[in-house]
Each structure stands twice: as C-alpha cells, then as structure tokens.
C-alpha cells in the first residue's frame, strides 16, 4: 500500500532590489528608502542630508545614539549611517545595538579617523561598510546601494527559508499522518487475525483480547515506555498466531495430546514468528511470540532461554497469560477465582515466570483484573454485533 505524496513545489526567491525596504519586504509609499543619519555634527548631517535626498531617499537627522535607537523604535529603516565617535556613545556600541534588535538592517560606519584596526572592528562587528570624510558623492551611492542590496539579500534568505521550513513542516506532518493511518490499518488487520484465531480455537475464545488488556496494564505499572508497551502488546495479541499453522486434528483435538502431537503444537511459536519476523514494524512483536512460553528458570520452549535471556516483553505476557487461562472457563474444569490465580502465580515465581514481574502483579488488586475482563468481554461482545451500541 501507498500513499501518494504530492511534490512539494519551492518558493522561489525573487529578484533583489534596493528600492524595496530589505528589512520587511515593504516599500514605502514613495517608493522611495528610509535612510536614518546619525551625527553629532550639524554640518555633517547637512551634508550628508543633501547627497541622499538628492539621490532619492528620504532621511531622517539625528545628533546622538540615544535619538537613534528611539527613532529606530518608532519608524521603518532600510539603512543607518552612522558617525564612530558620537557624544553619548561610540558608534560601534550603537552598530551593536541595531543588530542585536534587528540583525538584518544595515549599518554604514562613518567617520575621520583613517585607522584600518577601526574599520575592520565595525566590519567584524556588523557593519556594511566604512566611509571616511570627507565623503565623495559617487562613493557614497555606490555604498548605498550595496549596502541595501546586500541587507534585502538576506532579507529574501531569511523569508524564502521560513517559507520553506513551513512546507517542510506541512509535508511532514502530512506524511507523519499518512503513516499513523497506515499504521492503523494493519493494527486492524492483526485484530481480525487475532480474532480469526480465536474463532478456530473456540476453547480460547476472546483470550487474545484479554491477555492482550492483561499484559498493557501490567507494562504500565512496570513503567515501560508507550513505544515498548505497543510493541509488546502486539506481541501479546498475536502470540498464538503460530497455530494457524498447525493441523486441525491436533488444534481441536478434544483428549490429551501424545508425544508426537506435543512436538507438533510447541512449533507454534517458532511458526508465528516465521510468520512476523519479515514484517518489519513486528520484528519486536515477533521476539515476543518466539519467546512467549519461555520460562525463567530455563524450563520452557522453545530455546531454553533463562532469566533475562527471555525478552521483557515475553516475561510479563507469561504472567498475563497465566492469569487469563487460570481465571476462564476450560472443557475440562471451571474457571477459577483471581485471588487463586494470584497465589499460583506467587508459587511459580522464579521458576515459571519473573520474580520482578510478580511483585508488580501482586501489588495490582484482584478488582482491577476483573473489571478488565468484564470490559473487554463487552467490547468483544459489541464488535460481534451480539450486544446493542
């Protein structure tokens, strides 16, 4: 089965322009870019005033750092230039501030001072570039312009790699869903085989829903994880699957089985895990059929397996197993009680099944199992139609 992915179409970047503000995408209402001119000295910001406008920015004159960080916080920048040396606080400490706020509006570095340890500071630091006064006209527009084209070249990055995160996120979660869907359907399927199986082995009806109830509830209190616990309860519901390979006149056989027939049934387990081993979301399920009448003290089948050898997994569905057969009605004698169910599993401790997973099952009341089973003979009974929604 396969789910049809559309492929996801790329956002294309577009073409870089100066003329758009680099910092939003936005262009203002002139068309024109907000350029914000930090200096202390009048003349300087006359000066430079008079180049920008005349090449068609709009600016805005400031005299200190502190003017420069509130302008910044109230208007729509595309570019600041900015003096070094200015009265409240040294431009490099203002270059730091506008791009701790807003790393992607440029900063032009201007001043006097000749020194290329400064000039290479500011450029370490952030800055666009370095103008030294006085300042030539045509320098000066070609320092713009890059400067801007560089700053609205990031801004494109940035927005073409949030939408493409975006989609990212959207087709994975589309393929996350379609895989729990899928995932969904061949839970269904093994629970129509499950129920299949019990349908054959009509002494055993319903066992596969119970022991599978049984062995969660007893994973929880353990405290396993919610990924060990569905895995093990699959393994929980689908242990006898082996049997759908064994021969009706042994399966249904009503007397005891000879020697030969004996043989024959214990290769259930090793036949259900032939059957999940090739399915790769059951390979941890199919350790757990394989191992599922093992016992702790090195008794069981079909490898012998002792102690921790036997995976956790098949050592907790052996007591949920246990209490299952020894609380349901057989042909050949009446279902006992949970508290007698509970004392024999207490006497089999460290030889049949885990003395850790004991504890944890007696420390669980007796009420808990039978309100289990009575839930989940009612659900059985709903999903057969035999009892009314």
């Known amino acids: 089965m396969s789910f049809p992915i559309k492929k996801p179409e790329l956002p294309?970047?577009?073409?870089?322009?100066?003329?758009?503000?680099?910092?939003?995408?936005?262009?203002t209402a002139s068309g024109t870019t907000m350029v914000l001119v930090v200096d202390d000295e009048a003349g300087e910001r006359a000066v430079l005033c008079a180049t920008l406008e005349q090449q068609g920015h709009t600016v805005n004159l400031v005299s200190s750092g502190g003017e420069?960080?509130?302008?910044?916080?109230?208007?729509?920048?595309?570019l600041v230039l900015t003096e070094v040396d200015l009265r409240d606080m040294s431009g490099i400490s203002l270059l730091d501030e506008i791009h701790e706020r807003n790393p992607l509006l440029p900063v032009v570095m201007v001043s006097a001072v000749r020194e290329i340890s400064v000039a290479v500071d500011a450029m370490r630091r952030g800055a666009?570039?370095?103008?030294?006064?006085?300042?030539?006209?045509?320098?000066l527009q070609s320092t713009v312009a890059r400067a801007l084209e560089h700053s609205l070249t990031l801004t494109e990055?940035?927005?073409y790699k949030q939408s493409l995160e975006e989609m990212v996120g959207a087709r994975t979660d589309m393929l996350r869903q379609a895989l729990e869907d899928l995932e969904n359907s061949y839970d269904v399927t093994l629970e129509a085989?499950?129920?299949?199986l019990d349908l054959k082995d009509s002494e055993t009806e319903g066992h596969s829903r119970r022991v599978t109830g049984y062995t969660i509830a007893l994973a929880r209190a353990m405290g396993l994880s919610s990924v060990q616990i569905k895995v093990i309860a699959r393994g929980a519901f689908l242990h006898d699957?082996?049997?759908?390979?064994?021969?009706?006149?042994?399966?249904?056989k009503p007397g005891k089985l000879n020697t030969e027939e004996r043989a024959i049934m214990r290769e259930h387990c090793t036949r259900g895990y032939e059957i999940l081993r090739k399915i790769p979301f059951l390979t941890g399920a199919a350790e757990i059929v394989f191992c599922h009448q093992e016992h702790f003290?090195?008794?069981?089948?079909?490898?012998g397996l002792k102690g921790n050898e036997i995976p956790i997994g098949?050592?907790?569905?052996?007591?949920?197993?246990?209490?299952?057969a020894i609380t349901s009605d057989r042909p050949y004698r009446n279902a006992r009680s949970f508290e007698e169910a509970r004392a024999e599993i207490k006497r089999c401790s460290g030889t049949q099944f885990d003395p850790e997973v004991v504890e944890v099952f007696l420390r669980l009341p007796s009420q808990l199992w039978q309100e289990l089973k009575t839930e989940i003979g009612g659900q059985s009974e709903r999903l057969s139609g035999l009892a009314p929604d």
Do not use: T, W
């Open 68 to 78: 420069a960080l509130r302008a910044l916080e109230g208007g729509h920048y595309h």
């Open 314 to 324: 098949a050592r907790i569905f052996a007591v949920a197993d246990a209490l299952d």
């Open 241 to 252: 699957i082996g049997k759908m390979a064994i021969p009706d006149h042994i399966l249904l």
């Open 193 to 196: 085989l499950g129920d299949a």
């Open 157 to 159: 990055h940035r927005d």
């Open 297 to 303: 003290d090195g008794r069981g089948y079909p490898s």
């Open 12 to 27: 294309v970047p577009r073409q870089a322009s100066f003329e758009e503000g680099p910092n939003s995408g936005d262009v």
């Open 128 to 139: 666009c570039d370095y103008l030294v006064k006085p300042i030539d006209r045509e320098q």
